[in-house]
């Protein structure tokens, strides 16, 4: 985990910052997954060169990005995406701590998202509250 490779507006901070040459740990992945979720969420991307004048870099090393209410409007709570979007690796959630959220303890927010992906269609059932367990605990930043 030292090369400088991925997707510029998924790139976690400590990335751009040393070019990947310091290494960095799994924490780059909950960035991406907080850039995918802001997307998935709002419609547009947190980091962009196409929607703000400061450079790409220092938007993504600065986490300088902008909640547009009307694409938000619908969303219960933005907390989640704050908590995966933190500059400072060490302070960026875990897999654990992303699992045990409230947003993704909500049982409404589970059925629908559960009949959503494991409807008629989709014969295989969805994953038992064990299966998380596990892949929680196979993270080795818990």
């Known amino acids: ?23 960095y740990s799994s924490a780059v992945d909950f960035w991406s997954l907080g850039v995918i979720l802001f997307v998935c969420l709002s419609g547009y991307p947190p980091f962009s060169e196409n929607h703000n004048k400061m450079p790409l870099k220092d938007q993504i090393t600065g986490g300088h ?7 938000w409007k619908n969303v219960s709570q933005t907390d ?23 947003w993704l303890q ?5 059925r629908t998202a559960e009949r959503l992906m494991y409807d008629d269609a989709h014969p295989m059932p969805p994953p038992s ?4 367990m596990v892949i929680a605990m196979g993270d080795n930043n818990s």
């Open 80 to 102: 989640l995406v704050k908590k995966l979007l933190v500059v400072d690796p060490e302070k960026r959630l875990t897999t654990r701590e992303a699992l045990e959220h409230p």
């Open 1 to 23: 985990m030292k090369t400088l490779c991925g997707t510029p507006t998924y790139l976690a901070p400590e990335v751009l910052n040393t070019a990947g040459t310091a290494g």
């Open 106 to 110: 909500d049982d409404d927010l589970k």
């Open 65 to 71: 990005y902008t909640f547009i209410s009307d694409a």
């Open 129 to 132: 509250q064990l299966d998380y």
